[in-house]
C-alpha cells in the first residue's frame, strides 16, 4: 500500500488544519492506522491511532485532534482543532495490515509510510 499525506501548512495558534492521507494499492478499511509526528532534533512521536474497534490519542492531543476514516475514498484523516505551537513538526501516517505483536503508539508497530507533512503553528 502507497500513503500520500497532505493538507499541513502554517496555521496561528489556536487555528485548526486537516490532514489527509490518501492510500493506493490496497483498500485501509480494516488496516491499523497511525498518526505520528517530529519536531526538528527530537524523535517521532506517536499523535493519534485507528483500528477497526476504537481510537486512542496522545496525551498532548486528546481533546483536540480526532482521528477518523473514509472508506468510500481509502483516506485516513487527522482534524487538528486548537492547534498549540508546541504542535509544529512534520507529520506522517503510517499502515500495517494485521495486529500482531507491538503497541500501536510504537513507529516499529507500522510497515507503511507516508512521505510527510509539515505543520506550523505560529504564536
Known amino acids: 500500500v502507497q500513503l500520500q499525506a497532505s493538507g499541513g501548512g502554517l496555521v496561528q495558534a489556536g487555528g485548526s488544519l486537516r490532514l489527509s492521507c490518501a492510500a493506493s494499492?490496497?483498500?485501509?478499511?480494516?488496516?491499523?492506522m497511525g498518526w505520528f509526528r517530529q519536531a526538528p532534533g527530537k524523535e517521532r512521536e506517536f499523535v493519534a491511532a485507528i483500528w477497526r474497534s476504537g481510537t486512542n490519542y496522545a496525551d498532548s492531543v486528546k481533546g483536540r485532534f480526532t482521528i477518523s476514516r473514509d472508506h468510500n475514498k481509502n483516506t485516513l484523516y487527522l482534524q487538528m482543532n486548537n492547534l498549540k505551537p508546541e504542535d509544529t513538526a512534520v507529520y506522517y501516517c503510517a499502515a500495517r495490515r494485521n495486529p500482531g505483536r507491538g503497541s500501536y503508539n510504537s513507529t516499529l508497530y507500522y510497515d507503511y509510510w507516508g512521505q510527510g507533512t509539515q505543520v506550523t503553528v505560529s504564536s
Open positions: 494499492g490496497r483498500t485501509i478499511t480494516y488496516y491499523y
